[in-house]
């Protein structure tokens, strides 16, 4: 009787955004995941989502229910490929039937940061001139900032960190605000002039942590997946994700957070503002960290109840025009 020849495991299958940053966070999860399983091979499929080919129209206009995540989702319901590595701030809340977050990474600083033109490099936020023109494409940085700061100017940019920066020395912009997270992962910390605090500006549900979406009913993928499972930052990012499912308030919308592990102990913040950033409302709920997800309802049901729903009801009806 022949001896019983055993197939070799199955090449996994990566998919990626093409940007640099995607790039560079897909690569990083392959050699992490390589390191632990040196017999396996993981290959990166590259592609094009529907967020990197506009560029020339506001984020918040498009519609953002997958803007950076739908054509991934795509390959991996078709078993084109098997799982994506995404920045999970781009990640939806509600995913696709048949998809699950399976996994999230150990958080980068999450926080905002400035980033000015030479001729401001002895300026901070708050002592930018007046009528300074702020580059952003995030409705969430644009109303806390004009909450704080409402003579500065703000400009929408688009395009990729490279792109928005040339613009920035280029002199089209006095300042930018980007993460902290984006930044150092490209090797730009020393482009960092001020990381914004919190009370200044919350973050967006979870910035500078990475999220990787697998088909469900996966269990191989999943369990290769905990790994690199960091359950401090899972635990935040769930509590994160409920707050922002609950207010069913989409990437686009200035909906910030902050989040605070100590032992067992969760605490979350939560914010939203108005786009003129006359109206914010924020709140602070703690309780176990094991119950992430429910801290995260509880603190949007209470910022609901002080106003936030009319707020976001508001803000839809903007976007919308």
Request: a negative charge; charged letters at 25%; glycine letters at 8%.
């Amino acid at each position: 009787m022949s001896p019983t020849v055993s197939s070799p495991p199955r090449t996994i299958r990566i998919a990626s955004r093409k940007s640099q940053l995607a790039l560079v966070q897909t690569y990083w999860v392959q050699e992490q995941l390589q390191k632990h399983f040196p017999g396996r091979t993981f290959e990166v499929h590259t592609m094009s989502t529907q967020g990197d080919k506009i560029l020339d129209v506001a984020l918040a206009k498009i519609g953002d229910k997958g803007l950076f995540t739908k054509e991934l989702e795509v390959g991996m319901l078709n078993n084109e490929t098997d799982f994506a590595v995404h920045s999970l701030k781009d990640l939806p809340t509600r995913l696709p039937q048949g998809l699950v977050l399976g996994c999230v990474t150990a958080r980068e600083n999450p926080a905002d940061a400035l980033v000015v033109h030479e001729k401001h490099k002895d300026k901070q936020l708050d002592t930018l001139p007046e009528g300074a023109v702020i580059g952003t494409s995030s409705l969430r940085r644009l109303a806390q900032l004009r909450h704080h700061f409402p003579h500065l100017a703000f400009k929408d940019i688009r395009g990729n960190l490279n792109t928005r920066l040339g613009k920035l020395d280029a002199g089209e912009y006095d300042a930018l605000i980007l993460a902290v997270a984006g930044l150092e992962r490209l090797g730009m910390s020393d482009r960092i002039h001020q990381v914004i605090p919190s009370e200044v500006s919350l973050h967006a549900v979870g910035q500078g942590a990475l999220g990787i979406e697998c088909r469900a009913e996966d269990s191989e993928i999943i369990e290769i997946l905990q790994v690199i499972q960091h359950q401090p930052t899972a635990y935040r990012c769930y509590a994160e994700r409920a707050f922002l499912r609950e207010l069913e308030g989409g990437c686009q919308v200035p909906i910030g957070v902050n989040t605070h592990l100590d032992g067992d102990t969760l605490t979350l913040t939560g914010m939203v503002a108005s786009l003129d950033g006359q109206r914010l409302i924020k709140d602070t709920i703690t309780g176990a960290a094991s119950d992430a997800e429910q801290i995260g309802i509880q603190l949007a049901q209470r910022l609901r109840q002080q106003g936030a729903k009319a707020i976001l009801d508001e803000i839809f009806a903007q976007i919308q025009r």
